[in-house]
């Protein structure tokens, strides 16, 4: 079945350095993935969306990158900074005709102290 | 106007209750969903509509009902709840379903069965 996984359930960072975040899909391989940030008790927020042909895609200190031969998706963020302590997740879309549907990858609890 | 608004923010209830949660979007957005988001685990797909229409139900049990009244709402009502119901339920929308729409979220109704 579809299965997403973000290897770090958590990461502990200092300021200034550069956080990466890896997302994981087996099985099926999709064009799309999405990454979202969520603080505590709150909705998460659409950050990054990258195709598969973008290889790359950047905005601000954001940069996520798509390997589909390694069905993986790293997400990077520079000059890192106590503000961005939250949980970040992946996403893909379901499978063949289950393009309705956005399944969330497990979540990394990303930390940055100062 | 860019937000997906729920209301209440909070509920408690009882396990012979009927409670509704209430989602309201102003975007033009056609597609709107419920997640379900246990302490630590990521959000989990309950119900897609498109185009006010269902079109993914995720085997949720009867006891949560959806609604559709028009584009810009979508309510959640709920009867005979079990306390493992109890997480934060979720909304949002997207322009159209499909994956490469990032979605937005709301805030969240933190649900609490007793």
């Known amino acids: 079945s579809q299965k997403i996984e973000q290897n770090s359930e958590a990461l502990n960072i200092q300021e200034g350095k550069t956080a990466t975040l890896t997302c994981n899909y087996t099985n099926y391989s999709p064009a799309y993935l999405q990454w979202y940030r969520q603080d505590p008790g709150r909705g998460p927020v659409f950050l990054l969306l990258?195709?598969?042909?973008?290889k790359e895609k950047r905005k601000e200190r954001l940069k996520v990158t798509f390997d589909t031969t390694l069905k993986q998706s790293l997400f990077h963020i520079t000059a890192s900074q106590p503000a961005d302590s939250a949980t970040y997740l992946c996403?893909?879309?379901?499978?063949?005709?289950?393009?309705?549907?956005?399944?969330f990858g497990t979540g990394t609890r990303l930390q940055v102290f100062p | 106007d860019t937000e997906v608004t729920q209301t209440p923010k909070h509920l408690v209830m009882g396990m012979t209750n009927k409670k509704s949660l209430k989602c309201e979007q102003h975007m033009g957005h056609r597609a709107m969903y419920w997640y379900k988001q246990k302490a630590k685990k990521p959000p989990e797909l309950m119900f897609v509509y498109s185009y006010e229409k269902l079109s993914i139900n995720e085997s949720v049990p009867s006891r949560f009902s959806p609604e559709c009244p028009n584009s810009s709402l979508l309510n959640l009502h709920l009867h005979a709840l079990q306390p493992e119901d109890s997480a934060l339920y979720l909304c949002a929308s997207s322009l159209v379903t499909g994956p490469n729409y990032g979605y937005t979220f709301g805030s969240g109704t933190r649900l609490t069965v007793v």
């Open positions: 990258i195709r598969e042909n973008e």
């Open positions: 996403a893909q879309v379901g499978e063949g005709y289950n393009t309705d549907k956005l399944i």
